[in-house]
């Protein structure tokens, strides 16, 4: 069914029942909706695409009802938002991601001198707090 046969239908619908009555069906299916996606999120069964639908089909009542012609409109701007803070997500993530890896490798590598000397420290250290244990 074509976008224009849909809204058709919806239109038939709203002028049946009103508008303020449709109000509260919108609050009713959107309820029903989260039951679902608590469902959805908690493994149990769920019926979560009857749910979007019967929201769906509801704000398509409001947005007739109320004349909300900028919807669309909104609709692409919100998007276009999301997708652009998305962009700069990534690219702080992969410039976060670049100098991590170039700071791990200006580390220098440890030679066998160096792991003998941690190696010594750490065994000093050790037997340190093993004397203080025995001290207490």
């Known amino acids: 069914m074509n976008y224009i046969n849909k809204i058709r239908k919806a239109d038939y619908i709203l002028n049946h029942y009103g508008a303020i009555s449709q109000m509260f069906k919108t609050q009713e299916e959107m309820s029903e909706l989260n039951v679902e996606i608590v469902n959805f999120l908690?493994?149990?069964n769920y019926n979560i695409e009857e749910e979007i639908a019967d929201v769906w089909i509801m704000l398509l009542q409001l947005q007739l009802a109320?004349?909300?012609?900028?919807?669309d409109r909104i609709i692409d701007e919100?998007?276009?938002r999301q997708i652009a803070r998305i962009k700069?997500?990534?690219?702080?993530?992969?410039?976060?991601e670049k100098?991590?890896?170039e700071s791990v490798e200006d580390v220098p590598e440890m030679t066998a001198e160096d792991m003998e000397h941690l190696d010594k420290v750490f065994a000093e250290a050790a037997g340190e707090e093993h004397e203080?244990?025995?001290e207490e």
């Open 99 to 101: 100098e991590k890896s």
């Open 66 to 71: 109320l004349n909300a012609d900028n919807i």
């Open 42 to 44: 908690t493994d149990k």
């Open 88 to 96: 700069v997500e990534i690219e702080e993530r992969e410039k976060a």
């Open 132 to 134: 203080e244990s025995k």
């Open 78 to 80: 919100k998007l276009d």
